[in-house]
Structure formats: structure tokens, C-alpha cells
């Protein structure tokens, strides 16, 4: 039987690896490979364990069902995995990337074009009456955005910028939200720290491909020649955690739908950034692109300026204080601490819905709001 449903991937991570009859994914720990009397690889497949190991073909396998993709590969972050597509471009092309996106990232690009001569654009590109006039060779798009949880039409885009290689960070959706490359995206992105994981105890990330191309081929190259491998122990964890990936993204996404509708009423929130209420400027395009939810990620205003979110933020309980997304637990983070350059308002916390139960998360954020208007 071919299981098609995202849930049931998931579930079934792939299945056995054939040789033996264990339920679970095995763990294969070995940095290299025995070759015969002959000198030949007793396997072809696996001559030295830099990026040749069964369990990580295993996890990307799971990844690149999960995506509808053609390949996937992982890396030990997702930084990793996103400098890997950039370091294809050379000197003199054109990178067209959204403003207003993960800081990490856009400071990366920015230091890398520099230095290697690539022409780079910055654009609000979920505005399509605004796509800048060029003729970009990698258009980099994040959906939904962090923090301003901003929905790209990816569908418009590629007609915009047909010939352009066109990557889709999707950390914020998982696989189980939105699949990027049917909507016309080449490459798509994941920090495997986040959802992914969703334990907040690994580092990893992930490319997946439409086509394998020979850009496709040059990042693997670039993989394996420079290092860039994610751990046997690590494709462990992470294929052990896609195993529970739905249900754990569609509690959190329906977490955060409930509270993003009650936090848009709370007299001392100023506003909501969360593609899934109807105000949102693209929720037209985010019940397209998007199901099963519309993301764990959200950010609110607080009423009253820096001080009052920094007094909500102190008094929150439940949700944790840290720099991350997409686990179990919930967090929050007053970005303009960490990027007071960028334009963040300080009256922002971003807040990452876990599996709590949401009255709890509710009441934490209530008393929270009241208590620093108190």
C-alpha cells in the first residue's frame, strides 16, 4: 500500500530498514565501512561516513516523502542548510530575498553577497503589487515570516520571477501545514530545530528539491566536501521525532488559532500577527498555501509600549523565556531586545504555541497582560 497522507508518513517514518524486524528506526553508529580482501566496499554505497550513513538517507527519505519531493538533505542547522543553496551563487548574479524575515538569516546573506560580490535585493515580497523589477537568479522567500508571521503567495511569485531558483523556508508550517514545492517553489528550507524536532534537544536542518538538478548536485557536493553533516545520532532523534509531527503541529496550530482570536478582543494587546485570523492581510493566500492550521508562531503588540511588554514578558508563568520555536512547550521572546536594528516594534513578543493545554497558556497570557496595566 502507498502511504500518501502526511500523518501516516509520518507515523510509519519510512518503515524498517528491511534487514532486521524491528518497529522502530534502527541507529547506525559507524564512521567508516569494511572493504573485502579485494579492497572494494563491501557496500557501494557506503565507503566513509562523512555523509554516507544509513540512518540519515533513512530521516531524509522521511523528509523528502513528507515535502512531495524529488530528494531531501540534512544539515547540522538550518543556517547550514540555507548557506549550502547560497554558496552555489557566484559573483555578479542577483539574489532577491524578503525583508522582514528570521534576523539570522537576512544578516547572513547580506555578509555573504558582500563579500562575494552578489548582488542582493531586499523586498516585502508578500506585497504583489510590489515586486521589485529585476531579474533575480535566487528569489529566497520565508512563509509564514518571523516575526511578523507575513504569507507570500509563492504561486505569484514564480510567475514574477520565472527563471529564478525559488527557495521557500518553511520552519514555521512543517510539511504538515503547507508543502512549498507544490506551489511552484524549487528548494524547500527547514530549520529541523524547531517543529521538526520539537523537543528543543537537537540542532538540525533541511533542504528538499522539486528536481535534482545540477544545483541540487553542487549543494550535495558542497555537503560533503566541506563537512556540513548532521550526526547518525542526530538523524536519529530527528526521525524519531517525525514520528509524532502531526499531532503535535496540528494541537499547536489549533492552540494558536484559539488564542490568536482571543488575544485580537484583550483590551491591553494592541494587535496580532497570525495568518490564521481573517484580518490578516494574507489570509486569503494562507488558506490556500495552507491546512491543518495555520502555524504555531505568532507575535503580538502589547498595549503601552516597551515597558509593558517587558512586564508582561516577566510575568508570564507558563510560557518559557528563550531564544527558539516550534517546541512542545511554549515560548515567548521580546525580539527587540535581540534585533533593535531591524524596525521591531518594543512592544513585540513573539510567542511560540506548544501542546499545553490552551486554557492554561490563555490564563498565563491574561493575568500576564492585566497584571503589567495593573
Not at 547580506?110 to 531586499?122: N, S, T, V
Not at 528543543?200 to 533541511?206: M, N, R, Y
Amino acid at each position: 500500500m502507498n502511504k500518501q497522507h502526511p500523518f501516516t508518513i509520518s507515523a510509519q517514518a519510512g518503515g524498517h530498514d528491511g534487514a532486521v524486524a524491528d518497529v522502530a528506526p534502527v541507529l547506525h553508529m559507524t564512521s567508516t565501512y569494511l572493504r573485502g580482501a579485494d579492497n572494494v566496499p563491501m557496500d557501494h554505497r557506503n565507503i566513509y561516513g562523512r555523509d554516507q550513513n544509513d540512518t540519515v538517507r533513512h530521516v531524509e527519505a522521511v523528509i523528502a516523502h513528507l515535502e512531495q519531493a524529488a530528494e531531501a538533505l540534512v544539515f547540522p542547522s538550518g543556517m547550514a542548510a540555507i548557506a549550502a543553496v547560497l554558496r552555489t551563487f557566484r559573483p555578479g548574479q542577483t539574489v532577491l530575498i524578503q525583508s522582514g524575515i528570521y534576523w539570522g538569516t537576512t544578516h547572513w546573506v547580506r555578509d555573504h553577497c558582500a563579500q562575494w560580490g552578489i548582488h542582493l535585493i531586499e523586498a516585502d515580497l508578500s506585497q504583489t503589487n510590489s515586486f521589485p523589477a529585476c531579474h533575480p537568479d535566487l528569489v529566497f522567500l520565508e512563509i509564514p515570516s518571523n516575526p511578523w508571521l507575513k504569507v507570500a503567495d509563492i504561486k505569484s511569485v514564480r510567475s514574477q520571477y520565472p527563471n529564478a531558483c525559488l527557495v521557500v523556508d518553511s520552519t514555521a508550517a512543517t510539511p504538515i501545514v503547507s508543502r512549498p514545492l507544490s506551489f511552484g517553489a524549487d528548494i524547500v528550507v527547514h530549520s529541523a530545530t524547531k517543529a521538526m524536532s520539537g523537543h528543543s534537544d537537537l540542532l538540525a536542518g533541511a533542504l528538499a528539491c522539486k528536481t535534482p538538478d545540477d544545483r541540487w548536485v553542487k549543494i550535495a557536493q558542497d555537503r560533503q566536501g566541506a563537512g556540513a553533516i548532521l550526526g547518525a545520532f542526530e538523524a536519529w532523534l530527528l526521525l524519531r521525532s517525525l514520528r509524532t509531527l502531526p499531532v503535535r503541529v496540528v494541537q499547536m496550530c489549533k492552540n494558536a488559532q484559539d488564542l490568536a482570536e482571543r488575544l485580537e478582543k484583550h483590551p491591553h494587546v494592541q494587535g496580532v500577527y497570525y495568518p490564521g485570523l481573517i484580518e490578516h492581510p494574507q489570509h486569503a493566500v494562507a488558506r490556500v498555501q495552507m491546512e491543518h492550521g495555520f502555524g504555531y508562531l505568532m507575535s503580538i503588540l502589547v498595549q503601552g509600549g516597551r515597558q509593558a511588554a517587558l512586564d508582561t514578558l516577566a510575568r508570564l508563568q507558563v510560557f518559557q523565556r528563550a531564544t527558539s520555536l516550534g517546541g512542545v512547550e511554549s515560548l515567548v521572546e521580546h525580539r527587540h531586545t535581540i534585533e533593535p536594528h531591524t524596525g521591531i516594534p518594543e512592544n513585540l513578543l513573539r510567542l511560540s504555541i506548544g501542546i499545553e493545554h490552551v486554557d492554561d497558556l490563555w490564563h498565563d497570557l491574561d493575568q500576564a497582560l492585566r497584571g503589567s496595566h495593573a
